[in-house]
């Protein structure tokens, strides 16, 4: 099991839980994008991007926050 099943009846391990399963969806969310990636545009498609994309030079694309933000903004992103 990826995740411990939080106590119900402690409100800071059901949100605790739920943070994990956030980054635990965007982990996988980044993995999948990152191979389907390689199989199109090869494997370095993350540095080509930011080189085009001088805005994301620094950008992390494995933080949760950042990664969905993009992805619901730019229904067309890579």
């Not at 605790?16 to 199989?39: E, M, V």
Request: net charge negative; glycine share 6%.
């Amino acid at each position: 099991m990826r995740i411990a099943s939080p106590d119900l009846d402690k409100k800071e391990q059901i949100h605790q839980t739920g943070i994990a399963l956030i980054s635990l969806f965007a982990g996988d969310l980044f993995q999948f994008i990152d191979d389907s990636l390689k199989k199109s545009d090869g494997e370095n498609w993350l540095t080509n991007y930011r080189k085009t994309q001088l805005e994301y030079a620094n950008y992390n694309f494995a933080d949760p926050g950042n990664l969905l933000k993009e992805i619901i903004r730019f229904s067309t992103y890579p």
